[in-house]
C-alpha cells in the first residue's frame, strides 16, 4: 500500500507541475496581452482578443490540477480548534466522520460530474464567446479531479488509521 501510495503521490505532484506551466503560460498570455495593447508592436493588433477567455479557463484547470495535490500535502486551512480541545480519541473520530463525508461527496460530484459531461458531448454543447470550443471540454476535468480527490481521501484514511489515535497533525492548522 505504501508503494501504490508513493506512486499516486508521485503522479500528483505531475499535475500539481502542471498546473504550474498553466500558471506560467497564463502569465505569459496576459503580459502579451498588456504589451500589446499597450505598444503598437504589430499593427492593428490591440491586444490578444483572446487573453480573458483563455485566462478565465487557466484559472479553472489549475485549481483543478492542483487540488488533489494540495489534499495530500495537507495545504488546505482547516479549523480544528474544537479539534484540539476535546479527547484524543473522539478527534479521531470526527477526523473519520468527516473523511467519509469528503469521500461521499467527492464520489457524487465526480458521478454527476460524468453524467454532465456525457449530456453536453450527446448534445454536441457548445461554450460561444470569443472561441468557441465544446463544453464538454471545460467539464471532463471536473469528474476526473472529484475522482482523483476522492482516492486521495482513501489514502488519508488509511494513513488516519494507521496513525496515533488523535486529530491529524499533517495539515495545516488555523488553531
Known amino acids: 500500500m505504501e508503494r501504490l501510495s508513493a506512486l499516486y503521490g508521485r503522479m500528483l505532484a505531475g499535475l500539481a507541475l502542471a498546473g504550474c506551466a498553466v500558471l506560467f503560460g497564463m502569465m505569459l498570455v496576459i503580459c502579451a496581452d498588456v504589451l500589446l ?17 483563455v485566462t478565465e479557463y487557466a484559472l ?57 459531461v456525457l449530456s453536453s458531448h450527446a448534445i454536441s454543447g457548445m461554450v460561444v464567446k470569443v472561441l468557441s470550443i465544446p463544453e464538454w471540454w471545460l467539464l471532463a476535468p471536473l469528474p476526473a479531479t472529484f475522482a482523483l480527490l476522492a482516492i486521495e481521501v482513501l489514502f488519508r484514511m488509511q494513513r488516519l488509521f494507521a496513525a496515533e489515535r488523535g486529530p491529524r497533525t499533517d495539515a495545516i492548522s488555523a488553531a
Open 37 to 53: 495593447r499597450n505598444v503598437r508592436i504589430v499593427p492593428g493588433m490591440h491586444g490578444v482578443s483572446w487573453a480573458n477567455e
Open 60 to 116: 479553472y484547470f489549475i485549481t483543478l490540477l492542483t487540488a488533489p495535490w494540495l489534499l495530500r500535502q495537507g495545504l488546505h486551512i482547516r479549523v480544528d480548534v474544537l479539534l484540539r480541545v476535546i479527547p484524543a480519541r473522539l478527534a479521531w473520530v470526527c477526523e473519520w466522520a468527516v473523511d467519509v463525508i469528503a469521500l461521499v461527496c467527492c464520489c457524487v460530484i465526480a458521478w454527476y460530474g460524468v453524467k454532465a
